[in-house]
């Protein structure tokens, strides 16, 4: 073997080797459910809904800013009813927050991606997406980067949403209050399809959403300090802390906005009818 291909096979090793994902036995726990939520092997994580209850799990870290990707597999067939919450919060009447829901269908209807930001307990930021997969038949990635800057969602590395810092309009960003990772199944029939018209199908019960691939490359907040204090720069590991949408990224974004955003309330103008808030103009 060569030296150069010698090289190469060592970087891919340590490349592979970086990117192995957590294990869920280390990084959650599943909070509610009585046996509803299950860990398998430490590499697989389920939730299920049955019409007794729901279901969930919380991280046993709290982070403040990172690059988060969690692969979910969703609740196939008539999931009508059933909303999958995995998300971003902190505690308190002033929560921060930043959440990707997957609201239920009835079988053959797309799922519609429900996303939100809350800063100091303020949301009703809704944007809602379609998406351009079936998002029941494999696993998929979903991802929060979340720095100083702006918060970006992204659905298998294509951005579908960002959200910009605008505290120099007077909007309160997240930035001090750090968050555990959050995810839920849970009956919401009372309004998650079609505004409530479509009720859950309890003869399909237990609805199940699955979990792997854990990663989070983020600031760990234990005992008030950072595990990034003093070193946002080591080594290149933290770029995402001042990353920005390069011109491809951007492009993607709008893509995926064109052509599967079907809510944006910085559109609706008959929500707003004294005008827009403030960070719609950063949009």
Request: aromatic share 14%.
């Amino acid at each position: 073997m060569s030296t150069f291909n010698y090289t190469l096979s060592i970087f891919v090793l340590l490349a592979t080797t970086l990117l192995v994902s957590a294990n869920f036995n280390n990084e959650f726990d599943i909070t509610w459910g009585d046996g509803r939520g299950k860990i398998v092997n430490g590499d697989l994580l389920t939730l299920s809904l049955d019409k007794t209850s729901g279901s969930g799990f919380e991280s046993r870290n709290e982070y403040l800013f990172g690059q988060i990707d969690m692969q979910l597999k969703l609740v196939p067939g008539n999931s009508a009813g059933t909303v999958t919450a995995y998300y971003l919060s902190s505690k308190g009447s002033n929560w921060d927050e930043i959440d990707f829901e997957f609201l239920g269908n009835l079988s053959g209807d797309p799922y519609i991606l429900h996303t939100n930001v809350f800063s100091q307990g303020k949301g009703n930021r809704e944007q809602q997406f379609y998406l351009w997969f079936d998002p029941t038949a494999d696993f998929h990635t979903y991802s929060i980067l979340w720095n100083p800057k702006h918060i970006i969602f992204s659905v298998d590395g294509t951005p579908i949403r960002e959200f910009k810092n605008a505290e120099s309009l007077g909007v309160p960003f997240p930035k001090n209050q750090p968050m555990r990772i959050h995810s839920s199944l849970w009956n919401a029939d009372d309004w998650a399809t079609r505004g409530g018209l479509v009720k859950t199908d309890w003869s399909k019960a237990p609805f199940t959403a699955s979990y792997r691939n854990f990663k989070a490359n983020a600031c760990v907040v234990a005992s008030g300090k950072s595990s990034c204090a003093g070193s946002t720069s080591s080594g290149g590991n933290q770029a995402w802390l001042s990353e920005e949408l390069d011109n491809t990224k951007q492009e993607r974004l709008r893509w995926a906005q064109k052509n599967y955003m079907i809510y944006n309330y910085c559109s609706d103008s008959k929500r707003f009818p004294q005008g827009f808030p403030p960070e719609c103009k950063l949009a």
